[in-house]
């Protein structure tokens, strides 16, 4: 996960410099509209991986029929995508954008070969979802960083290679990366996976459950893409474009975490939905608990140096910042906490085959943030007011998640707060203490070492106060017995 953020970040910086910020502007622009796609991909991805996982946890006998309807699935979204693309698309493109100080064959040039590509980024979803159905994350993971890797080689033959057309070779560059990454996923899955061998076949039945599941999928999609550019535009409504960066630097780090949240829940979510298919709730039961205490462990990592030097984080990474977005990034950090424990939940819940009803009360309470923000600014609340909302709404949807587990797969709320929310609430309550006293005893030192001795401190206390709380006996047992075996490796 570091490797990747870290391959982004020097990507992002090395074709600011080679396109300049005038290309730059324009290629975030034109590509602004595939960036639609990440609306439809993830919950694709989602719907197909939760069905394959169903199939494979009641005996997968009909593994090899579902994979290909998804796959023709896909490949009808990716038509549909298209063919709006290029009819609406090319006209906003062409008569309401502004790209004064650029030649239009070049924008339309680079508004093609975006297309082209996305069409390799949907016929590649049916296979990212086998690869994390039978759970080879090692192999996600090392497509993932070959991915970045591939288009930061493609920045830097960019950066040595002198051409008049910067920005028609960077697309190039772009839709031929996607063309090797969806073979490198093809061949993968068709080596290891019999059930990608694609062939013709086309259930009505299986199109309309992927289809009406996917649809819901969506609705809730949707609501939270709108929850978040909504806030951001009465941000600027209300406050102008100063606040408008510090949101966009928040988001900016939150992504960077959310990937770390993605990358936990990823891992555990064929698990789940595998149980649910079973009828094994005890097992799913046990799953669900454990997910959110370790992955909030885990989380607590990043998230508690990232809190307590946020403001000397920001003055390395950009030097100068509007003032208020250290509290931005502060309180979001809070939102991050309580949406990985969330986001556990929210597994076990899209498990379930009909996903209405949850979906239908999910969207509204997220739009929820829009709607009580608005009415707030116009009451003269300040800015930050509309991240304590989220931070709010996120508890009431926290809330609402085991309660609609307790009503659909019977969880224990009882059993969850005892042995999940308490101890992790325990661990956070004791690291934080210390971590403040900490920092209150370094006010007069430099930055840089009040981000060395906090963040050695931390591990410190961390490991300490997880080791005696956070596991138990026999997990203990489990991590003495794997660091042995690890040490004699070496010797």
């Known amino acids: 996960m570091i490797i990747l953020v870290l391959v982004k970040l020097y990507t992002s910086r090395v074709i600011l410099d080679v396109l300049g910020i005038n290309d730059y502007g324009v290629w975030s622009a034109v590509s602004s509209f595939i960036v639609s796609f990440n609306f439809l991909s993830t919950p694709l991805i989602g719907a197909i991986q939760r069905f394959l996982n169903f199939e494979i946890g009641s005996g997968g006998k009909r593994l090899c029929e579902l994979w290909s309807t998804s796959f023709i699935l896909c ?12 009819s609406g698309g090319v006209w906003f493109l062409n008569n309401k954008m502004n790209f004064a100080n650029t030649n239009a064959m070049v924008i339309n040039s680079l508004f093609q070969l975006s297309v082209f590509s996305s069409i390799f980024m949907f016929l590649r979803m049916s296979y990212e979802a086998a690869i994390i159905s039978y759970e080879r994350m090692s192999a996600y993971a090392v497509l993932c960083i070959a991915e970045s890797i591939l288009l930061l080689c493609g920045a830097i033959f960019l950066k040595f290679y002198t051409t008049n057309n910067p920005l028609i070779l960077y697309g190039i560059i772009n839709f031929v990366a996607q063309i090797i990454l969806f073979f490198c996923y093809k061949f993968y899955c068709n080596k290891f996976f019999s059930c990608t061998h694609f062939y013709w076949t086309f259930n009505k039945k299986m199109v309309r459950e992927i289809g009406s599941y996917t649809g819901w999928n969506f609705f809730g999609s949707f609501c939270s893409m709108s929850a978040s550019s909504g806030l951001n535009i009465l941000l600027n409504m209300f406050f102008g474009v100063v606040i408008n960066a510090a949101y966009s630097i928040m988001m900016q780090i939150g992504s960077i975490i959310n990937q770390l949240v993605n990358n936990l829940l990823t891992a555990i979510s064929p698990q789940i939905i595998k149980s649910y298919a079973c009828k094994d709730f005890q097992r799913l039961d046990s799953l669900i608990i454990n997910g959110c205490k370790y992955s909030l462990l885990l989380l607590l990592i990043p998230l508690v140096p990232i809190y307590i030097n946020i403001d000397y984080i920001l003055k390395i990474w950009l030097g100068n910042y509007p003032d208020i977005t250290v509290l931005f990034c502060r309180i979001y950090i809070i939102y991050l906490f309580v949406a990985c424990f969330s986001g556990v939940l929210s597994i076990a819940c899209l498990a379930i085959k009909n996903i209405r009803k949850y979906q239908l009360t999910l969207g509204p309470l997220v739009l929820f943030n829009i709607i009580l923000t608005y009415l707030l600014f116009n009451h003269g609340f300040v800015a930050q007011t509309t991240l304590y909302i989220k931070v709010a709404v996120e508890c009431v949807i ?3 998640r085991l309660i609609f587990l307790r009503a659909t797969i019977s969880i224990s709320i009882q059993k969850f707060i005892k042995f999940s929310f308490l101890p992790i609430m325990l661990i956070s309550a004791i690291i934080i203490g210390c971590m403040l006293v900490i920092t209150h005893a370094l006010g007069s030192c430099s930055p840089s ?33 794997f660091i042995t075996n690890q040490i004699s490796k070496l010797q």
């Open 75 to 86: 490949l009808i979204l990716a038509l549909i995508f298209i063919a709006i693309l290029e």
């Open 398 to 400: 926290l809330a609402y």
């Open 449 to 481: 070492l009040k981000l060395i001795v906090s963040s050695i401190s931390f591990f410190v206390i961390y490991t300490f106060v997880t080791w005696s709380i956070g596991l138990t006996r026999n997990q203990k047992q489990m991590v003495k017995t």
